[in-house]
């Protein structure tokens, strides 16, 4: 695979928030004409904001400050329903590198959405930023005036942003190369990857409501009309059947799946967005099938397989090269919801701190984080908090695990994974939102 330019835009989705209209009405009323339950109210509110205060001093107060944040951080993650013996986290000071909080830190969990910090790792380190994924369209046999006589291929390279939109600009090349007849078939050709729809240790109903089919040939993340096919390369060539009949090309056969030959010859061709822009996309919405799609990419780009196993390969061989503990780490998929995966918070900890280092890894890496109040998987989170705008953080959820792992501001680095068997996610993410929110008070 070459990188090439792109010739499509990722669409940032992102909340929009309309500017608040203010009251005619005074806002703040003179204490004595305030009712007595609302006076009440406010007494209690003022109550904990001097408890909160008197914390955030002491965080300030010299010598005094790293013991009480580590034992704030403690009680932060005391929760109900939620085991800390099956929960692991722990804090660093990113100037120094110094453990400020430590629970479990070695402890080997399940790490739900977390696993596409390591994905977004190798994919901009193997790949690039610039990276782009192509499809092609190819003919077999020769054109004779305005006839192609023979099949045309479309052939995917594991392009997840493979859109209809991106079928009529094929089309509409293959029509200004003059071809308006093609004598034979479309066919699909998803063998760059391997043919397995899903990855290891997935659960039944993953499939289809966690992610469509993985193929390298997919279109429009395989819907068609309502529904989402189950054979996307078949789906992707009836589709560009279609779009070459509007184009203005008539098609003699049908659609079925293919493989090009080598004597195949290059008719158009359209790329994806730049890696950058699907890494953005695919952490701040934490998407599972852009995560395993990447990670088939990896394996096809950098071991000769598109296989998900071939592309763990080689993610963890570059968490290796980076020093990354490996120590209670098992890597299965790409999207972390294989039962099987394993990550520590100290492996995690240990991989934002080196994408941090990394000043070309680091802008793209914050750019993709979701930001507490505001953006992604997070914009709902920690609002009207400490956390707000500051904290950038990966979350994980499943019926089995929860995560949060980022940075509360540039001074620290922190993990968390909970694991339950089942997890009550709802009060692990008060645990998290709590700890990331005492970061960013006391960073």
Sequence with gaps: MRPSRATGQLLDYQRTHRSPVWAVRPIFRPAETQPKRVRARLARVRARLV?????????LLPGAAAASLSSALAHALRVPHVSLASTGAVVLDLDTGATIYSRNANLSLLPASNEKLA?????????????????????EGQQSGATWQGSLVLKGYGDPTLSSADLAALARQVRASGITHVTGSILGDESWFDSRRTALGWKAAFY???????????????????????DPALAAAQLFRSALVRAGVRVGGGAAHGVANDQAVPIGEVDSPPLSLIVHWMDRVSDNFTAEMLVKELGAVQADHGTTAAGVGVITGLLAQAGVPLAGVRLVDGSGLSLLDRLTPTAVASLLTTMWNDTEVRLELLSSLPVAGRTGTLADRMRRSAATGVVRAKTGTTSNASALSGFAGDRYVFSILQNGFPLAWSWARVAQDRLATLLAAAQ
Aim: glycine share 8%; charged share 15%; net charge negative.
């Design 51 to 59: 408890v909160v205060a008197a914390l955030l001093a002491a965080f």
């Design 119 to 139: 994905v977004t790792y190798a994919a901009l380190t193997a790949l690039g930023p610039d990276f782009t994924i192509e499809t092609d369209v190819l003919g």
């Design 208 to 230: 289809i409501y966690e992610s469509p089919p993985l193929s390298a040939l997919i279109v429009d993340r395989g819907v068609v009309g309502r529904y989402t096919s189950h």
